[in-house]
């Protein structure tokens, strides 16, 4: 990777200082408890760093899509209390409609070194996603030192973690967005040969350009899940009513030309489970047939890759020693059309001596939920982010960031 030059928690003292700290606790919840940790786990070794070293700590997040308002079904209280128990350490919760009033900034004012606290919901406030001045100003005037360690916004450019750091002199990045920046950058700029990367999920425009830029970087670019579709229909192949992103023809019929004339492998499913109506995550007695890709019938839709599919995917991994993959294969949230991501899960945990991104999102919801997270080498918390990074684009949370 090339060299990062940005300033991090090694670089800076923070004994008897204010350190504002955003994090990504945007975390699933349902039915009044956290369905995954993960992203609250991977914040411990930056809070635990700036605890230790005496810093008073007030942590910052979002959390869901409150659009600017004040809603308590987003309300961030629940994380505030998880985390004190992953930390074995009372994390006071400054509970604000408006974020910051009086009440927070005395509480604030009034903390002693090594304490910690979060505030509520950043998205509270409909200047966060606006990156407005007047908020940006409101939460730098908390802190002596601004620490972001959001990676899963860091290609968002709003006020807690692009526009606060223009107003706060002393900036550093945290040990999560250093390992984000490590294991993807390495991934696609230096990586160990063969480079296999795995598209999948739904979104064509999501990935349009990481597509591209994989195509360039990687040996072999494997695509699957929803999005495939799109790409045998430009293949002139008969797809039925499976998803298919009309607009986004052509620029499949290029990324393949594209490929050819890089002499890249793009491997795209040679046959489909699918089913003649769109399943509901629980309806496993939805009957089910296997097609070839390009034979789909015109009332039957792709839903997973199929066997023969998986096996020539599979044997593609067997040798690389990089995979980055983000997206599934197919409706894993049904399991009658999980086994295609599985099966990539699967052989990813088996590769020796490789280096193994999960890039965020589905996947790693799936990685996570199978138990399968231990056995990878890196499993990113920003989907979009991620995707955004691979794009080689310039984060703007991260350019915030004074250099070094």
């Keep these: 990777m090339e060299s990062f030059n940005k300033v991090t928690i090694d670089d800076i003292d923070v004994f008897g200082k204010r350190v504002l700290l955003r994090l990504d606790l945007n975390v699933p919840i349902q039915d009044g408890s956290i369905k995954d940790k993960n992203r609250l786990i991977t914040a411990l070794p930056t809070i635990n760093k700036l605890l230790n070293d005496g810093g008073k700590i007030i942590m910052c997040s979002h959390l869901g899509k409150p659009k600017g308002e004040a809603n308590k079904k987003f309300s961030l209280e629940i994380v505030a209390k998880e985390l004190s128990n992953l930390l074995n350490k009372k994390v006071k919760f400054l509970d604000s409609d408006i974020v910051i009033n009086d009440d927070v ?8 070194n090594g304490e910690i606290c979060l505030l509520q919901n950043t998205r509270f406030r409909k200047e966060e996603e606006l990156c407005e001045e007047n908020f940006s100003k409101e939460l730098a005037s908390l802190c002596d030192i601004y620490v972001n360690d959001a990676f899963g916004t860091a290609h968002r450019a709003h006020a807690s973690n692009v526009g606060v750091a223009k107003f706060v002199k002393e900036n550093a990045v945290g040990y999560l967005m250093l390992d984000e920046i490590r294991f993807l950058g390495n991934a696609i700029n230096n990586p160990n040969r063969p480079l296999v990367a795995i598209l999948g999920g739904a979104k064509i425009e999501d990935k349009l350009n990481v597509i591209s830029n994989l195509l360039v970087k990687c040996d072999t670019l494997i695509i699957g899940g929803g999005m495939a579709y799109t790409f045998l229909k430009a293949k002139g192949y008969e797809i039925g009513q499976s998803l298919c992103d009309n607009s986004k023809i052509q620029y499949c019929e290029e990324m393949m030309n594209k490929a050819k004339r890089l002499n890249k492998k793009l491997l795209l499913p040679i046959d489909a489970i699918c089913a003649n109506r769109f399943p509901n995550p629980i309806d496993e007695n ?115 960031i004074n250099n070094k």
């Design 105 to 112: 900034k005395q509480q604030i004012n009034q903390m002693q």
């Design 286 to 400: 939805i009957p089910t047939k296997c097609f070839k890709a390009n034979e789909i019938p015109s009332d039957y839709m792709g839903l997973d890759i199929g066997e023969e599919t998986i096996k020539i995917f599979m044997k593609a991994l067997k040798n690389a020693k990089t995979v980055v993959w983000n997206g599934p294969m197919g409706m894993f949230e049904n399991k009658k059309f999980a086994l295609g991501t599985y099966c990539i899960a699967r052989t990813l945990t088996e590769l020796k001596y490789s280096t193994t991104i999960i890039g965020g999102g589905d996947s790693a919801s799936f990685v996570n939920n199978f138990g399968l997270s231990s056995k990878m080498t890196h499993i990113s918390t920003g989907g979009g982010a991620s995707l955004e990074f691979l794009e080689g684009k310039v984060m703007p949370g991260i350019d915030a």
